[in-house]
């Protein structure tokens, strides 16, 4: 389905006390990298890393030591900072980059085909790359193909064939686990699954019977009993309850296990599928897109591992491409336009989206019932885990010509990466690709981002010799808890703090008493966020009522004119596409103004654009099925 979000939520907060001085607000705080509560997980800041790009979309990464393996549809790849078609170098659907530093490797084995999917070896001494490639360097590799972590070569002795899309990789032990839309593997029949030896590439027992649709995604249990599988298949060895989407197997036979939240989800055939599973100790985190009849689920889902039980569920409608746990925290990417059933963003029109939602692992409250209408499933009652305020703003590609940005996520202790067909991040040129970093080695230089006449005081004179100072909160993409500061003539007469976030900006006010009948006094806001980063708003004037003061009246003052933000003022209520600033490119031409996105449609059922059910672009000679 499709797109919306953003809600006129009230949150605040707000301690200090000064005589005559009062001030409204409520609310509780959300995770950041700062929260205010210790409780509340920290996120990773919102700070766009330098990354290295490309010029088409990734579809997969892994991460192996200090090193990111990406695999897409792509031809070159550039520096951070350089333009399209600046600086570029030969990267054929799979490359490499420094993960500490974002600068492109050496890596460059050049597939003819699409790589949709990437997994490493236990020791990290290899990968494992699957797609739709027939060559590598000019050597034949059908669909699947290995390489060294430590030299970059392909590997000579590993070599088994599919005759169809490759779409997900798994390893645990000596065994590598494969997914996709194939019907044989190596020669032998073997419906969308199949596994082979780690070294010596030979097909191993485990399949299942899977007659339609593909696998889109697996994962395998920390002590590789079982794969747990996912995609558009209806029914896996004959059941369908689990079985339709969804599927755990024995990851000796194939053979079907209990996977409880397969009755639940059921999402699947030509309208819906499940599209990631990822996993760790604490269990699977699996998303899915619904575009119809026979589907139901659009979000993120936490399911056990003993017999896969729904822990969480979140259903933010908009489809759901990737998600990855990290710590206590979940990330996902989308295009997320409603999450207020789970005490989120709700719909706005036009039609806004955050593509980078970030959420408790641990459930924290129940799903309220649905009420956008349409088919959407109703999950009230379920477990549900908390937003957290994780920001930054990705926007859309056009290379898949699907209207999306971030399509895949992978994650360690310390970085966070995005992949897909976005080309800007955080108002600033880069494609494809970006990291985000935790706090302590991040610039932590995402402040305050309303500035100017969007962060300017409404006064009045509610009462003799008094001045009420009224604003909309201001808002930054990693940090829920700002500090404001009120301005009278120049001077700092107010300190307080607020919460919110780009969907949600409490109006906060205070009344400054004890001012002089007659005198004009000038207004002014300052936002600062708990690392520094301060933006100042205009200011305002009004003339006080009243009797004036027998003392002399202070001096009417007009401040400074702030300095703005580096990135310029958002409009408030609108989802956060502003001009952007191009980012710095070795080459002295400019870079070219971007233009807005375009509006999409209102229709809240309006057809989806979805992927596409295989990839198509190089004639590979088929294996027969045996």
Same mark, same amino acid.
């Given at each position: 389905?499709?797109?919306?979000?953003?809600?006129?939520?009230?949150?605040?907060?707000?301690?200090?006390?000064?005589?005559?001085?009062?001030?409204?607000?409520?609310?509780?705080?959300?995770?950041?990298?700062?929260?205010?509560?210790?409780?509340?997980?920290?996120?990773?800041?919102?700070?766009?890393?330098?990354?290295?790009?490309?010029?088409?979309?990734?579809?997969?990464?892994?991460?192996?030591?200090?090193?990111?393996?990406?695999?897409?549809?792509?031809?070159?790849?550039?520096?951070?900072?350089?333009?399209?078609?600046?600086?570029?170098?030969?990267?054929?659907?799979?490359?490499?980059?420094?993960?500490?530093?974002?600068?492109?490797?050496?890596?460059?084995?050049?597939?003819?085909?699409?790589?949709?999917?990437?997994?490493?070896?236990?020791?990290?001494?290899?990968?494992?790359?699957?797609?739709?490639?027939?060559?590598?360097?000019?050597?034949?590799?059908?669909?699947?193909?290995?390489?060294?972590?430590?030299?970059?070569?392909?590997?000579?002795?590993?070599?088994?064939?599919?005759?169809?899309?490759?779409?997900?990789?798994?390893?645990?032990?000596?065994?590598?686990?494969?997914?996709?839309?194939?019907?044989?593997?190596?020669?032998?029949?073997?419906?969308?699954?199949?596994?082979?030896?780690?070294?010596?590439?030979?097909?191993?027992?485990?399949?299942?019977?899977?007659?339609?649709?593909?696998?889109?995604?697996?994962?395998?249990?920390?002590?590789?009993?079982?794969?747990?599988?996912?995609?558009?298949?209806?029914?896996?060895?004959?059941?369908?309850?689990?079985?339709?989407?969804?599927?755990?197997?024995?990851?000796?036979?194939?053979?079907?296990?209990?996977?409880?939240?397969?009755?639940?989800?059921?999402?699947?055939?030509?309208?819906?599928?499940?599209?990631?599973?990822?996993?760790?100790?604490?269990?699977?985190?699996?998303?899915?897109?619904?575009?119809?009849?026979?589907?139901?689920?659009?979000?993120?889902?936490?399911?056990?591992?003993?017999?896969?039980?729904?822990?969480?569920?979140?259903?933010?409608?908009?489809?759901?491409?990737?998600?990855?746990?990290?710590?206590?925290?979940?990330?996902?990417?989308?295009?997320?336009?409603?999450?207020?059933?789970?005490?989120?963003?709700?719909?706005?029109?036009?039609?806004?989206?955050?593509?980078?939602?970030?959420?408790?692992?641990?459930?924290?409250?129940?799903?309220?019932?649905?009420?956008?209408?349409?088919?959407?499933?109703?999950?009230?009652?379920?477990?549900?885990?908390?937003?957290?305020?994780?920001?930054?703003?990705?926007?859309?590609?056009?290379?898949?010509?699907?209207?999306?940005?971030?399509?895949?996520?992978?994650?360690?202790?310390?970085?966070?990466?995005?992949?897909?067909?976005?080309?800007?991040?955080?108002?600033?040129?880069?494609?494809?690709?970006?990291?985000?970093?935790?706090?302590?080695?991040?610039?932590?230089?995402?402040?305050?981002?309303?500035?100017?006449?969007?962060?300017?005081?409404?006064?009045?004179?509610?009462?003799?010799?008094?001045?009420?100072?009224?604003?909309?909160?201001?808002?930054?993409?990693?940090?829920?808890?700002?500090?404001?500061?009120?301005?009278?003539?120049?001077?700092?007469?107010?300190?307080?703090?607020?919460?919110?976030?780009?969907?949600?900006? #409490?109006?906060?006010?205070?009344?400054?008493?004890?001012?002089?009948?007659?005198?004009?006094?000038?207004?002014?806001?300052?936002?600062?966020?708990?690392?520094?980063?301060?933006?100042?708003?205009?200011?305002?004037?009004?003339?006080?009522?009243?009797?004036?003061?027998?003392?002399?009246?202070?001096?009417?003052?007009?401040?400074?004119?702030?300095?703005?933000?580096?990135?310029?003022?958002?409009?408030?209520?609108?989802?956060?596409?502003?001009?952007?600033?191009?980012?710095?490119?070795?080459?002295?031409?400019?870079?070219?103004?971007?233009? #807005?996105?375009?509006?999409?449609?209102?229709?809240?059922?309006?057809?989806?654009?979805?992927?596409?059910?295989?990839?198509?672009?190089?004639?590979? #000679?088929?294996?027969?099925?045996?």
């Amino acid at each position: 389905m499709l797109w919306r979000f953003r809600s006129p939520v009230t949150a605040l907060v707000a301690p200090a006390v000064l005589v005559g001085a009062i001030f409204t607000g409520t609310g509780a705080a959300q995770a950041d990298t700062s929260p205010p509560s210790a409780s509340t997980p920290k996120t990773v800041a919102a700070d766009a890393l330098p990354t290295a790009q490309i010029n088409g979309v990734v579809w997969s990464q892994v991460i192996v030591g200090n090193t990111v393996y990406v695999g897409g549809e792509f031809t070159r790849a550039r520096p951070a900072g350089a333009s399209a078609g600046t600086s570029e170098v030969s990267r054929n659907n799979l490359m490499a980059y420094n993960l500490s530093t974002g600068v492109m490797t050496s890596f460059n084995p050049s597939l003819n085909g699409v790589v949709r999917a990437i997994t490493a070896s236990p020791d990290g001494s290899r990968i494992y790359v699957g797609g739709g490639f027939s060559t590598v360097g000019g050597v034949a590799r059908t669909r699947l193909a290995a390489f060294s972590t430590a030299t970059g070569a392909l590997l000579t002795d590993w070599k088994p064939t599919a005759n169809g899309t490759v779409r997900a990789l798994g390893v645990f032990g000596s065994t590598v686990y494969a997914g996709g839309s194939f019907t044989s593997a190596s020669g032998q029949s073997r419906q969308k699954a199949a596994s082979f030896n780690s070294s010596t590439g030979a097909l191993g027992a485990w399949k299942g019977t899977i007659p339609d649709g593909a696998v889109n995604a697996l994962t395998v249990s920390p002590n590789g009993d079982r794969v747990v599988i996912g995609g558009s298949f209806t029914s896996y060895n004959g059941a369908t309850t689990p079985g339709y989407g969804m599927a755990a197997t024995d990851s000796s036979t194939g053979a079907g296990m209990t996977w409880n939240i397969g009755k639940l989800i059921k999402n699947a055939g030509p309208n819906g599928a499940i599209l990631s599973l990822t996993s760790d100790a604490d269990g699977v985190y699996g998303t899915g897109y619904d575009y119809g009849p026979g589907a139901m689920f659009e979000g993120t889902f936490r399911a056990s591992w003993s017999s896969g039980n729904t822990v969480w569920i979140e259903d933010c409608h908009g489809d759901t491409y990737s998600a990855v746990p990290v710590g206590d925290v979940v990330y996902t990417t989308a295009h997320a336009h409603f999450c207020g059933n789970i005490g989120g963003f709700g719909e706005t029109n036009p039609r806004s989206y955050h593509r980078t939602l970030t959420f408790t692992k641990a459930p924290t409250g129940t799903i309220t019932r649905n009420v956008t209408g349409g088919s959407y499933f109703n999950f009230e009652g379920k477990p549900r885990p908390t937003l957290l305020a994780f920001y930054p703003d990705i926007n859309t590609g056009t290379y898949t010509g699907q209207g999306q940005g971030p399509w895949n996520l992978a994650a360690n202790s310390q970085y966070v990466l995005y992949g897909g067909e976005f080309t800007i991040v955080n108002n600033k040129r880069q494609q494809g690709l970006v990291r985000f970093a935790v706090s302590s080695i991040a610039p932590n230089k995402e402040g305050p981002k309303a500035t100017g006449s969007n962060f300017q005081p409404t006064l009045s004179t509610p009462s003799a010799n008094s001045v009420k100072v009224t604003w909309k909160s201001n808002y930054d993409r990693d940090n829920e808890q700002l500090t404001y500061q009120v301005l009278r003539n120049g001077v700092v007469v107010r300190t307080q703090t607020g919460l919110s976030v780009d969907w949600k900006r #409490p109006t906060i006010s205070w009344t400054d008493t004890g001012r002089s009948g007659g005198t004009t006094y000038t207004y002014q806001l300052r936002a600062t966020d708990p690392f520094g980063n301060t933006v100042t708003g205009t200011s305002a004037g009004i003339k006080a009522t009243g009797a004036a003061n027998k003392t002399a009246p202070d001096a009417t003052i007009t401040p400074d004119v702030p300095t703005n933000a580096p990135d310029q003022t958002l409009t408030p209520e609108v989802a956060p596409v502003p001009d952007v600033v191009p980012a710095p490119a070795p080459a002295p031409a400019p870079v070219p103004e971007v233009k #807005p996105e375009p509006v999409l449609p209102q229709d809240p059922r309006a057809p989806e654009l979805k992927p596409a059910p295989d990839d198509t672009l190089l004639p590979i #000679p088929e294996v027969p099925a045996a």
